[in-house]
Nanobody, 118 residues
């Protein structure tokens, strides 16, 4: 069973930075996809950044140049470094991981709140 635990959220002023962490219960090498999603009040949950097992990264346009996704295999942890935060970045942030299988194993963390004050 895979468990994902996010941390690092909080309240920050516009222009500030936060680093989110997603700690997995076991090796990250099990996953062929890991990503960060966010969900603002009244809106759907959207993918903002992803990282494949091959090392490819992808970002939604609204965060390009401000957020960086990375992983530390030794710590079984994925990160989202968020700089130049804006009020529009306020949301609950979730990490997701997929284990390739039939059917694929899809796992979510519990979410961490990020609030940016303007």
């Amino acid at each position: 069973q895979v468990q994902l635990v996010e941390s690092g959220g909080g309240l920050v002023q516009a222009g500030g930075s936060l680093r989110l962490s997603c700690a997995a219960s076991g090796s990250l090498f099990r996953f062929n996809f890991m990503g960060w999603y966010r969900q603002a009040p009244g809106k759907q949950r959207d993918l903002v950044a992803s990282l494949t097992s091959g090392g490819s990264t992808s970002y939604v346009d609204s965060i390009k140049g401000r957020f960086t996704i990375s992983r530390d295999n030794a710590k079984n942890t994925m990160y989202l470094q968020m700089n130049s935060l804006q009020a529009e970045d306020t949301a609950v942030y979730y990490c997701k991981a997929i284990v390739p299988a039939t059917p694929p194993g899809i796992y979510w963390g519990q979410g961490t709140q990020v609030t940016v004050s303007s």
